[in-house]
């Protein structure tokens, strides 16, 4: 694809080296979130975030990504034509839905290739060479339908019950992981698991648990990086630090 020189393009960018040999992929950004735990007053897409809108450093990621050959990105749909100006003329913006699965079922209907890798814009640090390491695993397993970017869980997760909050299991921590984002599908999969009632969509906290329930195989892809998500007000500083140090240590 053409490489913007819009106001997302990153003065520190260093192409990073090219892993794949004729993978290429579609990402898909979901960026059309409220924003209301967020408590901004707007979307959280365009929440400023280390001096930029949030979604600029996702799109930052998947245009320096090697694997990523187009970008679709489902927008709060009041604010389609600002996503457009903020995006650059490379990237396709759709309305996105009222639910997260509903946006990125939105935006795939946009993409075309094999693959698609869905991103939550809220996760602004997620880097080119993650987009590339997940794409290149996928196209390394065609046992699988999908990889899912995650960390180990460092908690002990219990269940519990009940208003009281009985514990009722604690389960073996060694077979937890966080999942985050990206998530790399052959787009057909994913394309059939997401073609379901709205209200189901509404239901997903992300799209492999759809791909896997309509059967498909779906596999961690270990992150050692920090990844994390801005969610609350308090995320905002632990991401920023990340961020600023990120940027001195690549100046
Ligand atoms: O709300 P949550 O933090 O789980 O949202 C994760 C991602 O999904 C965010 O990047 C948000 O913009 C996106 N989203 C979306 N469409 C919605 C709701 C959330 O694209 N209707």
């Known amino acids: ?50 001096g930029r809108p ?23 749909p009041a604010h389609v034509d600002e996503l457009r100006e903020l995006a650059g003329d490379d990237v396709a913006v759709v309305p996105g839905g009222a639910s997260r699965s509903e946006s990125v079922a939105r935006a795939l209907a946009a993409a075309a290739g094999e693959f698609a ?9 997620a880097s080119p060479e993650l987009f590339d390491g997940i794409v290149a695993a996928l196209a390394e397993d065609p046992g699988v339908a999908g990889l899912v970017a995650a ?9 519990c019950r009940g208003e009281e909050l009985e514990v009722v299991e604690t389960p073996d921590r060694s077979e937890f992981w966080a999942i985050q984002t990206p998530q790399a599908f052959r787009a057909d999969a ?34 050692a990086e920090p990844n994390p998500k801005l969610t609350r007000p308090v995320d905002r500083f632990l991401i920023e630090a990340l961020l600023r140090e990120r940027e001195t240590l690549t100046r």
């Open 190 to 223: 994913l394309r059939a698991a997401l073609d379901v009632p709205t209200e189901r969509l509404a239901t997903a906290t992300d799209d492999a648990s759809l791909v896997e329930a309509a059967g498909g195989r779906v596999r961690v892809y270990p992150v």
């Open 151 to 159: 960390a180990p869980v460092i908690d002990t997760i219990k269940r």
């Open 117 to 125: 890798v869905v991103h939550d814009a809220a996760r602004p640090l």
């Open 54 to 76: 949030l979604v600029a450093w996702s799109l930052d990621a998947v245009r320096r990504a090697q694997a990523i050959d187009a970008i679709v990105v489902a927008a709060p």
């Open 1 to 50: 694809m053409r490489r913007s020189t819009s106001t997302t393009s990153s003065k520190s960018a260093s192409a990073p080296p090219r892993p794949l040999s004729g993978t290429r992929a579609t990402a898909v950004i979901a960026a059309a979130g409220s924003g209301s735990r967020l408590g901004a007053g707007g979307p959280k897409a365009l929440v400023p975030i280390g």
